[in-house]
């Protein structure tokens, strides 16, 4: 059996709000927020007692997610990763948008950090990055040309 689709991306965020508002300011459709808890979530993760607040967020095009989570039990292990792009494990993700320029300019009011420069690849992308919640790393793709 193969896969069938990715499903989303989960992120561990300290502030769900902000967070929510981070990736609706980059232009994701808030879909839902609920509590997770009890027997079936501390199977699933691994620890006991697990209480989280999660809320989903899709693209304007409804075929791709985030889950973000903020975990109220246990306490988180430790703050926000601000390791290097190139470091192993890093949670990246890449989103196409108009203008690469407008949309770091958008998010930086919502705590988003320019990682170094914003680049050009012949005539094909613009691209830069961004340090978003979580200390996720977002690739922002503006395609040019036709």
Do not use: W
């Not at 705590?111 to 170094?116: K, R, S």
């Not at 420069?117 to 613009?126: A, M, N, P, S, T």
């Amino acid at each position: 059996m193969s896969v069938k689709r990715m499903d989303h991306a989960g992120i561990v965020v300290e502030d769900l709000q902000a967070a929510i508002a981070f990736f609706v300011e980059l232009g994701l459709e808030l879909e839902g927020e609920a509590t997770v808890e009890g027997e079936a979530a501390d199977k699933l993760i691994g620890v006991d007692g697990v209480r989280t607040d999660i809320a989903m967020l899709k693209t304007p095009d409804g075929h791709s997610r985030i889950e973000l989570s903020t975990f109220h039990l246990p306490s988180p292990t430790s703050g926000v990763t601000t390791e290097p792009v190139n470091t192993p494990g890093i949670p990246r993700l890449a989103f196409v948008v108009d203008s690469t320029d407008d949309t770091v300019e958008r998010l930086r009011p919502h705590g988003a950090e320019l990682v170094c420069e914003v680049v050009e690849f012949g005539d094909v992308y613009r691209y830069g990055y961004v340090r978003g919640p979580g200390g996720v790393i977002l690739g922002l793709v503006e395609e040019l040309g036709s």
